[in-house]
């Protein structure tokens, strides 16, 4: 599985505000970022609450089942309306196939890619490759 860690909102709110983005998109995996809990039902209900306490108008909100999948994204994703920006809940392949899909929407990062990793029978995940920085 690939690893991911969650940035800090203050990171993701300056990225958002440095391009005057309104209307928000925010869109997890479902796959690998679930397990690191960076996404996945919880990763974008935290992301989008805290999103919105700071003003942004959370205008979509999708998990993907596997976000590096463009195939599966250009299924299940349908922005409608103007989007300012979307923040990505999944790691660097995914945020890549989100680029690819929708070029003319700044994506915005909101995991760091860590490595890849295995998760133990204890639920415990080990980084056993990590990602050059």
Not at 17 to 27: D, F, G, M, Q, W
Not at 67 to 89: F, P, R, T, W, Y
Not at 100 to 119: C, E, H, N, S, W
């Amino acid at each position: 599985m690939i690893v991911t860690d969650r940035k800090p909102l203050g990171v993701i709110k300056a990225q958002l505000e440095e391009i005057n983005a309104k209307r928000i998109a925010v869109i997890a995996c479902n796959a690998c970022a679930r397990i690191c809990g960076t996404g996945g039902d919880k990763g974008l209900e935290e992301v989008s609450e805290a999103l919105k306490k700071e003003g942004f108008n959370i205008a979509y909100k999708n998990v993907i089942p596997i976000m590096c999948d463009i195939d599966m994204i250009k299924k299940q994703i349908n922005l409608e309306g103007d989007i300012d920006a979307i923040v990505s809940l999944g790691c660097a392949a995914g945020s890549f196939s989100l680029r690819k899909v929708f070029q003319d929407i700044p994506v915005i990062d909101g995991l760091d890619t860590i490595g890849v990793g295995a998760r133990d029978e204890k639920g415990d995940i080990y980084v056993v490759k990590e990602v050059k920085r």
